[in-house]
T-cell receptor, first 119, second 115 residues
Framework: AQTVTQSQPEMSVQEAETVTLSCTYD???????LFWYKQPPSRQMILVIR??????QNATENRFSVNFQKAAKSFSLKISDSQLGDTAMYFC????????????????FGQGTILTVHP | GAVVSQHPSRVICKSGTSVKIECRSL??????MFWYRQFPKQSLMLMAT?????????EQGVEKDKFLINHASLTLSTLTVTSAHPEDSSFYIC???????????FGSGTRLTVV
């Protein structure tokens, strides 16, 4: 079974600064996807960024980037130039790349990190 | 982009009654939908996987007779909480897999309060 661990229950950062959220995972699979989702106070889950495990290049989306270390099974999220609208709960998630099997298509979530951006 | 519409957003019901929550994929066909439960400041807990035209697959510990899931079409999945009790009060979220490379899209959630 896959597990995802986010060891930081809460983080805070000043507006315009940079913050990194940690995520580690455990799996025996070799082909999978990793995601970061954001859940603001509205509780709508929003995809922030995704990474395909077979790609060595780290994914980036504007101010959001990841540091994907496959051997270490680490997948951290860096938010640059933090904005007040980044205040949310952030979830790291894992999905086996579908080639069949009972785990096909399931997302496994970490415990979440509550990020607060201060003005 | 792919949108999942979830209704109602909030519902208050009396103990012992049943409540139905609907999730519709608006601009794509969702052969598989997932239903989650979330307590405040906690992670999403997968309850069941709903497949169009077949029985849902429930996670261990989830009572299938209490949480009835129906996926009657490629665009609609429903979760019915039967004989609701105060301990069923929670936030329920559905999601659909848009494509392997695109992850999932989520409904806006339903806050259920049983009084």
């Amino acid at each position: 079974a896959q597990t995802v661990t986010q060891s930081q229950p809460e983080m805070s950062v000043q507006e315009a600064e940079t913050v990194t959220l940690s995520c580690t995972y455990d799996t025996s699979e070799n082909n999978y996807y990793l995601f970061w989702y954001k859940q603001p106070p509205s509780r709508q889950m929003i995809l922030v960024i995704r990474q395909e495990a077979y790609k060595q290049q780290n994914a980036t989306e504007n101010r959001f980037s990841v540091n994907f270390q496959k051997a270490a099974k680490s997948f951290s999220l860096k938010i640059s130039d933090s904005q007040l609208g980044d205040t949310a709960m952030y979830f790291c998630a894992f999905m086996i790349r579908p080639f069949g099997g009972t785990s096909y298509g399931k997302l496994t979530f970490g415990q979440g990190t509550i990020l607060t951006v201060h003005p | 982009g792919a949108v999942v519409s979830q209704h109602p957003s909030r519902v208050i019901c009396k103990s012992g009654t049943s409540v139905k929550i609907e999730c519709r994929s608006l601009d794509f066909q969702a052969t598989t939908m997932f239903w989650y439960r979330q307590f405040p400041k906690q992670s999403l807990m997968l309850m069941a996987t709903s497949n169009e035209g077949s029985k849902a697959t429930y996670e261990q510990g989830v009572e299938k007779d209490k949480f009835l899931i129906n996926h009657a079409s490629l665009t609609l999945s429903t979760l019915t909480v039967t004989s609701a009790h105060p301990e069923d009060s929670s936030f329920y979220i559905c999601s659909a897999r848009v494509g392997a490379a695109y992850g999932y899209t989520f409904g806006s959630g339903t806050r259920l309060t049983v009084v």
